[in-house]
Nanobody
Framework: QVQLVESGGGLVQAGGSLRLSCAASGGTFSNYAMGWFRQAPGKEREFVAVISWRGGWSYYTDSVKGRFTISRDNAKNTVYLQMNSLKPEDTAVYYC?????????????WGKGTLVTVSS
């Protein structure tokens, strides 16, 4: 059983940056592809980014390409989401997820989320 704990959310002005972190425990971190998802108020949860087991491959939803970067440090059992040029529409609860398979939905393990609020 993998436990995931997100951190790094907060309030930022439009155009600013934040870096989210997700610390994993309870499993062999390098066995899991890692993803970030988000859920805005009144909307369904959506895929943001995913990274492969050793970090050699990543994929992003179109709305964040060129602004967000997913990365991982397997020595620290941590995955990151660097968010630049933030927009008010990026406001959401951001969730970290893990799965043995590289996928963009239906991941097995989830954190509880961290809130990101972008003011205009």
């Amino acid at each position: 059983q993998v436990q995931l704990v997100e951190s790094g959310g907060g309030l930022v002005q439009a155009g600013g940056s934040l870096r989210l972190s997700c610390a994993a425990s309870g499993g062999t971190f390098s066995n899991y592809a890692m993803g970030w998802f988000r859920q805005a108020p009144g909307k369904e949860r959506e895929f943001v980014a995913v990274i492969s087991w050793r970090g050699g491959w990543s994929y992003y939803t179109d709305s964040v390409k060129g602004r967000f970067t997913i990365s991982r440090d397997n020595a620290k059992n941590t995955v990151y989401l660097q968010m630049n040029s933030l927009k008010p529409e990026d406001t959401a609860v951001y969730y970290c997820a893990a799965d043995n398979r590289l996928r963009r939905d239906g991941m097995d393990y989830w954190g509880k989320g961290t809130l990101v609020t972008v003011s205009s």
